[in-house]
């Protein structure tokens, strides 16, 4: 939540800080605003709205600087407006400061502050803490931002320039990322890597409890307490054309288009087809403790624990292991069992969900067995977590996460084939089977997105209806649960998901011909019980739209609507099943003129709790 961007070069400053908070807007996107120092002054435009706004305001109100910051926002306190939108500074405006997270104690600092004489502009936490430096600034910048956060509580990561102390931004962070890129003569600050691409692909991660002095001449590092750092950049391997739209409308079709290559990119290397293997010894866990697990505990939030509930089913079916799903919201305040023979998977497509950090947290304080499914190399949870099954899908720009569910979908079903084959589940053909099966996919899926005009087509007679149900069962409720996530986020379109069987126990009694059902049926084992689900809504006057592979006849007698999908094994599925219902969302949304790839109120990386 929130974007941080600073620049210290030789580009045209405004328009580098600009294209770094376009490519970081799906952080937040309620308010906006840039602070450059120029001869020695510090120059501010900040704008309530999107930065296409605070373009608009450049433009009519120009502004020229040696280097600077800016910031898109993701409102926690203070509604968005223009006085709330950061930059924020201090009682002199000598000081300004760019904040990502939440200062927890900034009630008690602000009336501690304004007992020592300290004045108030905004609603915001993050005022507090230009005004906790200028308390503390005696000439050196680094020395007054390592005192103040000594004080904060709560997450943060923060930019700071000073009009008193001259050509350097102060980076710390405690919680949320920031990250600070290496030019050739020029060094960009950011709270993530997209916008550092087209500069470098040499970057420094911060940790927590880390400062960042950034000069023309050079970087240094120290903790809070001022012990100096070595820190080493390390090159990534994602580039700038991974972050374009690439001629689609939104990032979000885009990203739907990629799953067969995210799906390929996630299993090369790691499977053998002559040997029947998988071979994921880079996670970073000895194959003896995989093989001591009894017990598996998935911990996730979002489309992510959409993923795990899939993946319980693969490593249920496949590895042979019970498997749990929690919240991490929930998880981290739970008095969990410390169970030493289980292995604890946090999924995660940002690798830096506040919830998720802090649920890896807990476990990792009880000494136990964690490892992290991740798209995102060297975020937090990846470098706190023992072992990282990294998902190979690239940066996922739009806020719906779509070909990250694929990848982690992929990842889980790897890390099933993984443990039975260490645990000796199964023999060589069986892991051949599936192996084969798993190869097969994306071919199938480049299948239904080559026919992407009849789920269109499908979607639009959907795009008038104010409420949804979805209904899966087995491997594919949670399919479902991720298809009504999709439509609520993106189009606002308010939709349940559950369990077909879970029906008549209560949502049922919502079904007339004004809520359409989404059924979600491919040919498996429960095909005959979704079937009969069908038949109860379409006795309620209930309009029914299926993705399936059932055959044509039988289905089209039944139902309103069918999407149809190849033939695929019963337990992958999903990874069919999950692209129509994508789909299906995307093009409601986009016919209702919804911002896909930026829906109101969310963000892409929840960074606070
Ligand atoms: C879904 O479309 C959302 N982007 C959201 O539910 C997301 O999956 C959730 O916030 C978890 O994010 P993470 O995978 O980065 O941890």
């Known amino acids: 939540m929130c974007g941080i961007i600073g620049y210290i070069g030789q580009k045209d400053l405004c328009s580098v800080l600009l294209d770094g908070l376009k490519k970081l807007e ?206 080493k950049a390390e090159r990534v391997s994602w580039n700038p054309v991974m972050i374009e739209k690439g001629g ?23 499977i053998s087809l002559d040997e029947g293997d998988v071979h994921l010894d880079e996670i970073g866990i000895l194959k003896k403790d995989l093989n001591q697990i009894s017990r598996i505990v998935i911990i996730a939030c979002g489309t992510s624990f959409n993923a795990g509930l899939i993946g319980k089913y693969f490593l249920e079916t496949i590895a042979g292991i019970p498997v749990e799903i929690e919240y991490a919201s929930e998880y981290r305040y739970k008095d969990f069992i410390a169970d030493q023979n289980a292995l604890f998977i946090f999924i995660s497509q940002s690798g830096e969900t506040a919830d998720t950090l802090a649920a890896l947290r807990e476990v990792i304080k009880k000494d136990l067995m964690t490892m992290a499914v991740c798209n995102v190399k060297n975020s937090s949870i990846t470098r706190e977590a023992k072992g990282v099954l990294l998902t190979h899908a690239g940066p996922e720009i739009g806020v719906a996460a779509t070909k990250t569910f694929t990848a982690q979908m992929s990842a889980l079903a790897l890390l099933a084939l993984y443990i039975a084959q ?17 190869q097969r996919i994306p071919h199938q899926m480049e299948n239904i997105l080559n026919k992407v005009r009849s789920i269109e087509a499908a979607a639009l007679d959907f795009i008038s209806y104010s409420h949804f149900l979805y209904l899966g ?79 044509q006849k039988e289905l089209s007698d039944k139902v309103d609507k069918v999407i149809n999908i190849p033939e695929i094994h019963e337990l992958f599925s999903p990874f069919l099943t999950a692209i129509p219902v994508q789909l299906f969302a995307y093009y409601i949304a986009a016919e209702r003129g919804a911002d896909v790839d930026q829906p109101r109120n969310l963000a892409k990386s929840v960074t606070v709790e």
């Open 26 to 231: 799906y952080r937040g996107y309620d308010s906006a605003g840039i602070a450059v120092i120029q001869g020695g002054e510090i120059i501010k435009r900040r704008v309530k709205g999107k930065i296409s706004a605070l373009e608009q305001e450049l433009k009519s109100s120009p502004i020229r600087g040696e280097y600077g910051i800016a910031h898109t926002r993701w409102a926690t306190h203070g509604r968005p407006s223009e006085e709330n939108a950061h930059p924020h500074q201090d009682c002199k405006g000598n000081i300004v400061v760019v904040h990502n997270g939440i200062i927890e104690n900034y009630l008690q600092l602000k009336q501690e502050l304004i007992n020592q004489g300290h004045r108030f502009n905004t609603e915001t936490d993050t005022e507090i803490i230009p005004h906790t430096i200028e308390k503390h600034f005696r000439g050196n910048l680094e020395q007054a931002v390592g005192k103040a956060v000594q004080e904060l509580k709560g997450a943060f990561a923060i930019a700071v320039v000073c009009s008193q102390d001259r050509n350097k931004v102060v980076v710390a962070r405690k919680g949320p990322p920031m990250v600070v890129g290496i030019g050739k003569n020029e060094y960009i600050i950011s709270s993530d890597i997209n916008p550092l691409l087209n500069h470098t692909r040499d970057i420094v991660f911060l940790q927590d409890r880390e400062i960042g002095v950034v000069q023309p001449t050079g970087i240094r590092f120290s903790s809070f307490s001022g012990k100096p750092l070595e820190k």
């Open 248 to 270: 689609y409308k939104h990032f979000m079709l885009k990203e739907i288009f990629e799953q067969p290559q995210v799906m390929r990119d996630t299993l090369k290397g790691r």
């Open 422 to 438: 260490i645990k000796k589940k199964m023999n060589k053909e069986q892991r051949l089977g599936y192996i084969q099966e798993l």
């Open 473 to 551: 069962r087995w491997v594919n409720y949670p399919v479902a649960r991720e298809g009504a996530l999709k439509l609520k986020e993106i189009s606002y379109i308010h939709a349940e998901a559950y369990p077909g069987g879970e029906m008549k126990h209560g949502p049922i009694a919502l079904i007339d011909e004004k809520m359409p059902t989404m059924v979600i049926a491919p040919r498996d084992r429960v095909i005959d019980k979704v079937l009969s689900n069908i038949s109860e809504v379409k006795a309620r006057l209930g309009t029914v739209v299926a993705v399936s592979n059932q055959d």
